[in-house]
């Protein structure tokens, strides 16, 4: 049978001014749920039960690859250049070999993939062809192109992250100005159609977006972009149901993220990952550790952008606001470059050292 092995829980410090009602409010305080996190030199699949964390042993991916999984459907999915990999049978027992499809074409290099009813999406920067998708339940899974806007096709153009969001698919493109949210009705993932496309407006020039999620009524992303060789990132909440921004917190890159390229300067910042539960946030930031932002102590209305001397005014104001209400928990010599909510009261951290191996710690967020 297929081995597991338990994380072991730690009462952590990480917590929010009104944490006690985050675990009385009417809500889902558990749930059974999956995560790929680096471990080692490598990244682990993980399964948290509703008790406890456990590590599906025998199942390895490479560190930065894309990911997605699903328990009902029992396979994890991830990308890796032009080729969708599939692994079948990771939580019922012994895991299948692994099924490889490659994209036909050198320029496919896929940045991200969710799933959806046994649909793979894929994306990123593929040619006029920036998103598609195959169906995990074939016997030979083929690559599909889903349709783009004409803004979106021209040469260079991408899309960094994906999220499934009830029949919604959403995918926000990357890089190359203008740049759009790209929306799907995914109602039937094997008849995704375009419903929608509005503008993303940018932060800086070059922005790449590393990672986006859900949380209550907001989409949180992390990104980073480079102007000038001087390198930002940025913390951005946009409206759930419009796609307009609400405001972001911004940063000179730290020494982790101008790796990607750009000059690192004093007081930067790394803003690596970012994952939502219900009204709570995570973010990964490197030596910082881990912060956790309560939804409810902030604004998270979209302004207008029509008067802009008060746009940026209250954009100002909002990205104080959350530097203050971001609670922190940090360990001396080490960098989180990845962080899951398992719950309202749990959540796994990857850790990586000064030699650059990681490790997974599950900590317990206390009232």
Not at 65 to 76: K, M, N, R, T, V
Not at 160 to 175: H, Q
Not at 268 to 289: K, N, P, Y
Request: charged share 25%.
């Amino acid at each position: 049978m297929h081995g597991t092995r338990e994380v072991r829980t730690r009462t952590a410090d990480v917590h929010s001014e009104r944490a006690a009602s985050v675990h009385s409010r009417a809500m889902s305080t558990s749930r059974d749920s999956a995560m790929v996190l680096p471990l080692d030199d490598e990244a682990a699949l993980f399964r948290w039960t509703g008790e406890r964390l456990e590590q599906r042993e025998g199942v390895s991916i490479p560190r930065t690859a894309p990911w997605a999984a699903s328990i009902e459907g029992d396979l994890l999915c991830y990308a890796a250049k032009n080729e969708l990999t599939i692994v079948r049978g990771v939580f019922s027992g012994e895991p299948e070999a692994p099924q490889v499809i490659a994209v036909p074409g050198k320029e496919y290099d896929f940045h991200c993939v969710a799933l959806k009813g046994g649909v793979l999406f894929a994306a990123g920067r593929c040619g006029e062809e920036i998103i598609g998708w195959l169906d995990t339940e074939a016997d030979e899974p083929v690559w599909r192109p889903l349709e783009v806007h004409t803004d979106a096709k021209h040469w260079g153009k991408s899309v960094d992250s994906l999220l499934i969001d009830g029949d919604r698919l959403i995918g926000l493109d990357d890089i190359l100005l203008p740049k759009w949210w790209l929306v799907y009705d995914a109602s039937d993932p094997r008849a995704s159609r375009l419903v929608e496309h509005p503008s993303l407006a940018p932060h800086s020039t070059y922005e790449v977006f590393h990672h986006a999620t859900l949380a209550h009524e907001v989409v949180a992303a992390v990104s980073w972009s480079i102007n000038h060789g001087v390198a930002s990132v940025h913390l951005s909440l946009y409206e759930r149901g419009t796609l307009s921004e609400i405001g972001s917190v911004r940063a000179a890159a730290g020494p982790l993220s101008a790796r990607f390229g750009g000059r690192s300067r004093e007081g930067a910042r790394d803003f690596l990952h970012v994952d939502g539960f219900d009204e709570l946030l995570v973010l990964s930031a490197g030596s910082e550790g881990v912060g956790l932002l309560d939804l409810r102590e902030i604004d998270t209305v979209a302004r207008p952008r029509e008067n802009a001397s008060r746009l940026a005014s209250y954009r100002a104001e909002f990205a104080t606001r959350v530097n203050e209400k971001l609670r922190w928990r940090s360990r001396e010599g080490h960098a989180a470059v990845r962080a899951y909510f398992c719950d309202a009261a749990h959540v796994a951290i990857s850790w990586q050292n000064a030699a650059g191996q990681c490790w997974v710690e599950l900590v317990k967020v206390q009232s």
